[in-house]
């Protein structure tokens, strides 16, 4: 080394500033759990805003299903209910689409799989909970946007709120807290079988909720034998509870029903999905 590069070197290292100590943080912290399932939650949503399917899916979609029950039902069901029809046909449009919805969500579980991401983020020091809670609030966030797209179709068909503002959030957070139950549902039924078999069997359950609930025609609409399945099932009263929050009609009774199936879903199939995302993450490591 030369004269004039040792005293560069020398006049570089005297101006040299250390690096700031950075005091090492566990990934089993709460901080960095919820740190770390906002990061999720922003990758997910990020990534679902650029896809047009998934757009026409969570907005296009659900506005014209509830276009095409409205102009060829909901003459018919107003004038034998006596009830707006607007009133049950806006809570069950969004409850599909909040159903419809985490068929795309667990498509992009199966994916993130099948390119190794899921084992690239088991490999790095990140809360093995982050993947699973952001995707559950990312989904959240969803069916939130979906809902109140939905629901300004549905004012500009005559929907209205006639219990204040109260009422109005009960009703707009219904659809959020039946899909976060049903999201946990799909995400273990995710975990256990391939992208075809899941778009059927969600499919399946799907249409069979559309078809037999109380915001579709009235329960006293459907035979005898089939009016307390109809009337008790999660859709439904999670349909009757909204139409009560929004329009006229019990609200506790349908309420207490609801959170019992939601509540219930969760109990059973988080582990499930817990341990089925967890698996799917080692084997994809």
Not at 60 to 83: C, E, K, N, Q, R
Not at 189 to 207: E, H, K, P, Q, Y
């Amino acid at each position: 080394m030369t004269t004039v590069e040792a005293g560069v070197a020398e006049k570089d290292w005297a101006g040299y500033q250390p690096l700031p100590e950075v005091k090492p943080r566990s990934e089993r912290t709460i901080g960095i759990w919820a740190e770390q399932t906002l990061i999720q939650t922003k990758r997910l949503l990020i990534g679902w805003s650029r896809d047009p399917a998934t757009a026409v899916q969570a907005l296009i979609y659900p506005a014209l299903t509830l276009l095409m029950f409205h102009v060829v039902l909901g003459d018919t069901i107003s004038s034998v209910t006596g009830i707006p029809a607007v009133y049950g046909q806006v809570p069950m449009v969004m409850l599909v689409a909040a159903m419809s919805g985490s068929v795309i969500s667990a498509l992009g579980f199966k994916a993130e799989k099948a390119t190794g991401l899921l084992g690239r983020f088991y490999t790095m020091p990140t809360h093995r909970a982050a993947g699973f809670t952001g995707r559950l609030l990312a989904e959240a966030i969803r069916v939130l946007v979906t809902t109140l797209f939905v629901l300004i179709v549905g004012i500009c068909l005559g929907f209205r709120f006639w219990y204040g503002p109260g009422g109005a959030i009960g009703m707009i957070l219904m659809p959020v807290f039946f899909g976060i139950g049903f999201a946990v549902l799909v995400t273990a039924l995710a975990t256990l079988s391939d992208g075809v078999v899941l778009v059927s069997v969600v499919g399946i359950i799907s249409n069979l909720l559309m078809f037999f609930n109380s915001g579709f025609v009235p329960v006293y609409a459907y035979p005898r034998w089939l009016q307390k399945v109809v009337e008790n099932q999660p859709m439904s009263t999670t349909i009757d509870a909204m139409r009560g929050l929004a329009y006229d009609g019990p609200i506790f009774t349908p309420l207490w029903k609801t959170l019992a199936w939601v509540l219930g879903t969760i109990v059973i199939f988080a582990y499930p999905a817990i341990r089925g995302y967890r698996r799917a993450a080692e084997t994809g490591a």
